[in-house]
Antibody
Framework: EVQLVESGGGLVQPGGSLRLSCSAS????????MTWVRQAPGKGLEWVSV???????YYADSVKGRFTISRHDSKNTLYLQMNSLRPEDTAVYFC???????????WGQGTLVTVSS | EIVLTQSPGTLSLSPGERATLSCRAS???????LAWYQQKPGQAPRLLIY???SRTTGIPDRFSGSGSGTDFTLTISRLEPEDFAVYYC?????????FGPGTKVDIK
């Protein structure tokens, strides 16, 4: 059974850093493309970043230069390193697995990041 | 950058009725890369449709997707109580992914 479990969220001050983890089971992270999507409180979905099986990474303009997506193959885990956090980064962060048609078929339950002083 | 617009913002319908949700792109996009998701409060999104019209495994056949170019539609043929939720379209292009703002389907 495919499962994704995020962790690492919490309260951080503006300008601070946080690393999110997404532990996967039932499939191999490195064989798929994986993504992070966020949702601010009461708002819609916003794509954040993607990493492909070959290692290529891409970012939304809103996080480029501040966030870094990566994976640890032996731990079958996806990460999102978030630096220079801003109040507008406050959101639930979901990891998801990519599938055909550049869509996302399995999602984690999300982890809440709150950026506030 | 492609912008997705969804209409209406809110759709108020009764169980058993037909729901028609629209997703419009700011320029022509590949239907191969157009997907639809359902999200209920407190839950992660669930993939319904990919490639504009292909249903994901386990999705009931009352959900169908269609469209091409700039105009795409998600149709729910007969609303069941569990279908009241927010629906998002999503596109991939130019190495970037984009979500629409969502359509809320609520009970009339």
């Amino acid at each position: 059974e495919v499962q994704l479990v995020e962790s690492g969220g919490g309260l951080v001050q503006p300008g601070g850093s946080l690393r999110l983890s997404c532990s996967a089971s039932g499939f191999t992270v490195s064989s798929n493309y994986m993504t992070w999507v966020r949702q601010a409180p009461g708002k819609g979905l916003e794509w954040v970043s993607v990493i492909y099986s070959g290692g290529s990474t891409y970012y939304a303009d809103s996080v480029k230069g501040r966030f870094t997506i990566s994976r640890h193959d032996s731990k079958n885990t996806l990460y999102l390193q978030m630096n220079s956090l801003r109040p507008e980064d406050t959101a639930v962060y979901f990891c998801a697995r990519g599938q055909a048609g550049r869509s996302f078929d399995y999602w984690g339950q999300g982890t809440l990041v709150t950026v506030s002083s | 950058e492609i912008v997705l617009t969804q209409s209406p913002g809110t759709l108020s319908l009764s169980p058993g009725e037909r729901a028609t949700l629209s997703c419009r792109a700011s320029q022509s996009v590949s239907s191969s890369y157009l997907a639809w998701y359902q999200q209920k409060p407190g839950q992660a999104p669930r993939l319904l449709i990919y490639g504009a019209s292909s249903r994901t495994t386990g999705i009931p056949d009352r959900f169908s997707g269609s469209g091409s170019g700039t105009d795409f539609t998600l149709t729910i043929s007969r609303l069941e109580p569990e279908d009241f939720a927010v629906y998002y379209c999503q596109h991939y292009g130019g190495s970037l992914f984009t979500f629409g703002p969502g359509t809320k389907v609520d009970i009339k």
